[in-house]
Structure formats: structure tokens, C-alpha cells
């Protein structure tokens, strides 16, 4: 019995030291879902799937600092006899990231900044507007991920105010790989 205990005591640290041996560098990417709410004022919702690239630094099991850029999307609204509308979304951020490690998997929250940019315009019978607005908010997002090694698999989900919205929520999933 005492055999198996300390074999199985062995097996766990030597789990725990192969997941804490993969922190370094890393570099990511993944499909994003992204829901912009009452766009403008006017009920105009932005609902579009998108794409993100991630890289990041882990020096620590439970501390990491990452940048993402995100294309949020772009959505086209037919607005009947007032016309259409169309915009276009993209923002980049910085992140500090808390991991709590429960091998094989982490969870995690981040908290941060980011920059947004929207673009789009209106085109109606009596002529077009565009517009080009943009802002930097605070920004937050939770999620898990699963480690194989230095490969990681991401759901996550972030949020950020964009100005005359009601924010973002992005819901991703991204792959991820680490440098030792």
C-alpha cells in the first residue's frame, strides 16, 4: 500500500513539474464570436463572427501578460425605405491574466485595456454618412483552457465598452503554443 501511495505521489509531482515546464512564450490564434448591442442608438445590432492572433509571455504558473488584436466582424443592417447601414470592428489589447493550474487544465481571468476602432456608414435616398470613431476602455475576460504539452485549447470570453454600445462580449476559441 505504501508503494502505491508514494508511486502515486511521484506521478502527480511529476505531472505537476511537466505542466509548470511549459511557461514561457507564446503565440495564438482563434475564431471569435462577437455581439455589439444598440450600435449607435438606433437598435443596430452587431453580430458577426470574427478572428483573433494572441501572444503572450507566462513566466509564472500562475501569472501571464498577453496582446491580442481581434477583427471583431463586420455586419451590414437593411434599414427599409430609411436605407442600409454598415460597420466594421477591430481592437487590440493588453492583458495581465491570473491562471489558477488544476493539471491538466487552467483557469483563468484577465484584466486590461483596449483599443477599438469602428468604421461603417449609412446610405439612404437622401445621401451618406460615414463614420470613424474610436476609444480605449478598460477591458476584463474569464476563461479555461486545457494543456497538452506545449499546445493549449482556449474558450474564453471577453468584454470591453465600445463608445454608443452597449459593449462587447467576444466568445472565442483559440489554440495557442508555447516556446520554451
Known amino acids: ?95 495581465g491574466v491570473l491562471l489558477l493550474p488544476l493539471v491538466p487544465i487552467d483557469l483563468y481571468a484577465k484584466a486590461g485595456l483596449a483599443r477599438w476602432d469602428v468604421q461603417g456608414g449609412f446610405t439612404s435616398a437622401f445621401g451618406n454618412a460615414s463614420f470613424d470613431d474610436e476609444g480605449t476602455e478598460l477591458a476584463y475576460g474569464a476563461g479555461v483552457q486545457a494543456r497538452l504539452g506545449s499546445l493549449a485549447v482556449r474558450g474564453e470570453y471577453e468584454s470591453f465598452d465600445i463608445e454608443d454600445t452597449d459593449g462587447v462580449d467576444l466568445f472565442s476559441v483559440s489554440l495557442t503554443w508555447t516556446f520554451l
Open 1 to 95: 500500500m505504501r508503494s502505491f501511495c508514494f508511486a502515486a505521489i511521484l506521478m502527480a509531482v511529476g505531472t505537476a513539474t511537466a505542466q509548470a515546464a511549459d511557461n514561457g512564450f507564446y503565440l495564438g490564434a482563434g475564431a471569435a464570436k462577437a455581439n455589439i448591442d444598440s450600435f449607435e442608438s438606433n437598435g443596430f445590432d452587431f453580430d458577426d463572427v470574427g478572428w483573433k492572433i494572441l501572444a503572450g509571455f507566462r513566466p509564472l504558473d500562475n501569472f501571464a501578460v498577453e496582446a491580442e488584436y481581434m477583427d471583431l466582424g463586420n455586419e451590414r443592417a437593411d434599414l427599409g425605405p430609411l436605407g442600409s447601414a454598415n460597420a466594421e470592428a477591430k481592437a487590440i489589447a493588453a492583458f
